[in-house]
């Protein structure tokens, strides 16, 4: 306490919960009458309180009055089932000059918005009927609600869920308790340049923003604008699609507002060496950059340079900490032409994931018509046909487990084997209808054995680019519940490579298909801070160890990477398959490093028929 002339300065009154004071007065008039509270709930029509004692006068120059139009009252849509929560959140917000309505289940929220238009929704997780995440998800459907700032209130400590509440639409999460000052500023906040945003836009003579207000790039409806505009012209040019690894790994190891400001360095990272092309961010980890008149000659290489972009230098997480960002590249001329801007974006897309098989990273684009004449549509002319190879439990079990191998005959006879369908189907845009068509055949087969003697389970491989779709999560959910089928005996196989970049889409198809019992196992397992993460973010299984581990009785050092992996997936409560299993010295060498189950020709080779004997089969 500083002490001058015998004055004692007076001690600090107020405290760091108190909202400052200018949350008080800003959208008070001079002549507007002290509101009188009537209820214990206050609707969001209602006038703010009247300030407390003791404010600076407020200003009587017109010119020093904030505009009605952006500084209006803040509006909050509280959704929260407590009413002791609904209440201190209601009198927090009201307390800093907001106006607040509190709505205690789902039903009414879309009425509420449609009636009353809040800047921001406060969202509860656990709401009776409809939780706060799935009522998110159908908020986020209506015409003109996709940017309405939703922000999660919930004393869930999980952080799993806090991901999943992002994932499904949520702006922010915050958790309870909280003090009333970050409330109101974490509040404000959001509101205030969701308003900015407004007023950019309507200022444009109606037209959406051009530029992000946050980050100042183009905004993905303008990119995908101006791409219908020289699609329509005939432009010459091209499309990259880039797409950011293990974005969820990000999330979770430095945290959604980090996460967010690494998204947002890499965005402008790319954006200077696109110039002068537009770059808009698309979700979480991708990018979309339109390159109007640029040399399709030198498409390729501008790809190359993006991606190394990303890798050549660190970004810069915290003082003592960086890392370097992965990514892959598709991209596509526009001069062969689209039908539409959404055509042009969901080819570079599928061939993003074309180069995530190639080391290089990058892959350009090849028209239907271009792949007809490399016969690539040429080896999907066949007769579909499923083989079976037997994964066995090295300690033997009562229960037939199958990977379900992809075969398909041709008119001459041949039969060509996955590794040669699966590119093709990829490249044709046809990787989802054959997938769903071995999926189906593999439910038919469940069916059909539901009650057998030794409970079949069959494990099937699937393309990422097929699990994101929400119509086939849909198909599947209703397949398993149509013919009554547990979940649990079908086992959905991703690959390590397209799980790493598309880690967020493969975590939310698990998560669905987690209530109907379904489960996964990630294949071609090769060790690494990446691929290790995974097993403890995702739902799996099982793990399948990549086919050079089949060789790690001749080298010590393979030996010892096994044994490390497989203690790692133990202590994560995953069990390992070993895959291509030759011999008895490389069954043994599984056996000794720990695999729970083993699969391969010394086995049984793959066949049309469901006949291994896993009752008598002990290693």
């Not at 994931?353 to 007809?372: I, K, M, N, S």
């Not at 080896?379 to 066995?392: K, N, R, S």
């Amino acid at each position: 306490m500083a002490v001058h002339d015998n004055v004692v300065a007076p001690s600090r009154t107020v405290r760091a919960e108190t909202p400052p004071a200018d949350h008080w007065q800003r959208w008070q008039r001079p002549d507007a009458p002290a509101p009188v509270a009537t209820s214990n709930v206050i609707a969001l029509n209602a006038a703010p309180a009247s300030p407390p004692p003791l404010l600076p006068p407020l200003p009587t120059d017109a010119s020093q009055m904030v505009p009605p139009g952006i500084d209006s009252p803040y509006r909050v849509l509280i959704v929260e089932d407590d009413r002791s929560q609904a209440l201190f959140a209601q009198s927090v917000l009201h307390g800093a000059g907001m106006e607040a309505l509190v709505h205690s289940d789902a039903e009414g929220v879309q009425q509420a918005i449609a009636e009353h238009r809040p800047d921001l929704i406060l969202m509860d997780l656990h709401l009776p009927g409809l939780d706060g995440m799935r009522l998110t998800a159908l908020i986020r459907q209506q015409p003109g609600q996709q940017l309405l700032p939703i922000v999660f209130l919930s004393g869930d400590p999980d952080p799993e869920r806090q991901f999943e509440v992002l994932d499904s639409g949520a702006d922010d999460f915050l958790s309870k308790p909280i003090r009333p000052r970050h409330l109101i500023a974490a509040v404000s906040n959001r509101i205030r340049r969701a308003r900015a945003q407004a007023a950019s836009q309507a200022g444009n003579a109606g037209a959406p923003a051009m530029n992000n207000p946050e980050t100042g790039l183009p905004t993905r409806h303008h990119v995908m604008q101006q791409l219908g505009t020289s699609l329509a012209h005939r432009d010459r040019g091209g499309l990259f699609f880039i797409e950011i690894a293990s974005a969820l790994g990000l999330r979770e190891r430095y945290g959604y507002a980090a996460f967010e400001r690494l998204m947002t360095q890499a965005g402008q990272r790319l954006a200077d060496a696109a110039q002068p092309h537009l770059l808009a961010r698309l979700n979480d980890n991708s990018f979309l950059v339109l390159a109007r008149s640029a040399d399709e000659d030198t498409l390729d290489a501008m790809a190359h340079a993006l991606r190394e972009q990303l890798s050549t230098r660190a970004f810069v997480i915290r003082d003592d900490e960086s890392v370097h960002l992965r990514g892959v590249v598709g991209h596509a001329q526009l001069s062969p032409g689209f039908p539409d801007a959404g055509s042009a974006l969901e080819a570079v897309e599928r061939t993003t994931l074309q180069a995530r098989l190639l080391t290089a990273g990058v892959a350009a684009y090849v028209r239907r018509e271009d792949v007809a004449a490399q016969e690539h549509l040429a080896l999907l002319e066949g007769q579909l046909e499923l083989a079976y190879q037997p994964i066995v439990a090295v300690a033997g079990g009562n229960t037939a487990q199958y990977q379900v191998l992809l075969r398909l005959r041709q008119a001459d006879g041949s039969v060509l084997a996955a590794g040669q369908v699966i590119p093709a189907a990829e490249a044709a845009g046809r990787i989802a209808d054959l997938d769903q068509q071995v999926l189906d055949h593999a439910l038919g087969l469940l069916d059909l054995y539901r009650h057998a003697a030794q409970p079949l389970h069959l494990f099937v491989s699937q393309s990422l680019r097929t699990l994101a779709r929400d119509a086939f999560g849909d198909w599947l959910l209703e397949s398993l519940a149509s013919r009554q089928i547990d979940g649990s005996a079908l086992v959905i196989d991703v690959r390590l490579p397209d799980a790493l970049i598309h880690t967020v889409t493969l975590q939310q198809f698990c998560t669905r298909m987690h209530a109907a019992g379904v489960r996964f196992c990630l294949s071609q397992f090769e060790p690494g801070d990446e691929a290790n993460a995974l097993m403890a973010q995702l739902p799996l299984a099982y793990v399948r160890m990549a086919a050079r581990f089949s060789n790690s009785h001749t080298n010590q050092q393979t030996r010892d990477e096994l044994r490390a992996a497989i203690d790692l997936a133990h202590r994560a409560g995953l069990r390992i398959i070993g895959q291509q299993i030759e011999d008895p010295q490389a069954a043994a060498a599984m056996w000794i490093g720990g695999v729970d189950f083993i699969q391969g020709n010394m086995v049984q080779s793959a066949g049309s028929e469901l006949n291994f004997d896993f009752q008598n089969s002990v290693l």
